[in-house]
Nanobody, 115 residues
Framework: QVQLVESGGGLVQTGGSLGLSCAASGFNFVVWTMAWYRQAPGKQREWVAG???????NYAGSVKDRFTISRNNFIATVYLQMNSLEPEDTAVYYC?????????WGQGTQVTVSS
């Protein structure tokens, strides 16, 4: 059974940093591209960053050069380091595979950036 458990969110001021973690289980983590997604109030969930099995990364334009995605295949965990945070980054952050995420999603972790 797929399980995705996100953690690390919180409240920070503009320009601050946060590090998110996502512990995955119930599937063969090492073979999948993993990604972070986010959903802001009143908006659709959007893809933020992805990392493939070889460690190659991709980012949405809005977070490029500010966010860094990484993974540890030994402990089936994916990370998102977020720097220079902006109020527009306020959202619930989720991890899942990409493309074609699992139907199962975690509870997400709330990131709030105050201006």
């Amino acid at each position: 059974q797929v399980q995705l458990v996100e953690s690390g969110g919180g409240l920070v001021q503009t320009g601050g940093s946060l590090g998110l973690s996502c512990a995955a289980s119930g599937f063969n983590f090492v073979v999948w591209t993993m990604a972070w997604y986010r959903q802001a109030p009143g908006k659709q969930r959007e893809w933020v960053a992805g990392i493939d099995r070889a460690g190659i990364t991709n980012y949405a334009g809005s977070v490029k050069d500010r966010f860094t995605i990484s993974r540890n295949n030994f402990i089936a965990t994916v990370y998102l380091q977020m720097n220079s945070l902006e109020p527009e980054d306020t959202a619930v952050y989720y991890c899942n595979k990409a493309p074609n995420p699992f139907d199962t999603w975690g509870q997400g972790t709330q990131v709030t950036v105050s201006s």
